[in-house]
């Protein structure tokens, strides 16, 4: 996979992390769980996961780490760290966790 086809996934990614922010920012009292957009990198992804809410927070405290449905992940930018039956979490690698760290809407 060539860098510019790496660093348009992970921008990709980033701005659907960005709309689940305002998914969360719009749910004050959210309950158990939370529906919000997978994050893979795909144009024409669309498709709604129900992330329980402590996952979701602990996903976000970690800049590089993204809510993909199961199968999502391209092995080329990013590394399964857990499963959640039928979501996973992934973590960006290399340049494309430096633009995920780079555009993290809770950076610290």
Same mark, same amino acid.
């Given at each position: 996979? #060539?860098?510019l086809?790496?660093?348009?996934? =992970?921008?990709?990614?980033?701005?659907?992390?960005?709309?689940?922010?305002?998914?969360?920012?719009g749910? $004050? #009292?959210?309950?158990? *769980?939370?529906?919000?957009?997978?994050?893979?990198?795909?144009?024409?992804?669309?498709?709604?996961?129900?992330? $329980?809410? =402590?996952?979701?927070?602990?996903?976000? =405290?970690? $800049?590089?780490?993204?809510?993909?449905?199961?199968?999502?992940?391209?092995?080329?930018?990013?590394?399964?760290?857990?499963?959640?039956?039928?979501?996973?979490?992934?973590?960006?690698?290399?340049e *494309?966790?430096?633009?995920?760290? =780079? *555009?993290? $809407?809770? #950076?610290?």
């Amino acid at each position: 996979m #060539d860098e510019l086809r790496k660093e348009r996934l =992970a921008i990709n990614e980033s701005l659907y992390r960005n709309v689940n922010e305002g998914i969360r920012a719009g749910q $004050p #009292d959210p309950g158990q *769980t939370l529906a919000v957009r997978c994050e893979c990198g795909a144009l024409g992804c669309n498709r709604l996961m129900d992330v $329980p809410y =402590a996952v979701y927070e602990s996903v976000r =405290a970690h $800049p590089r780490r993204f809510m993909l449905l199961s199968g999502h992940d391209v092995p080329e930018v990013e590394v399964v760290v857990e499963r959640h039956g039928t979501f996973d979490i992934v973590e960006k690698l290399g340049e *494309t966790g430096d633009i995920a760290d =780079a *555009t993290d $809407p809770r #950076d610290r």
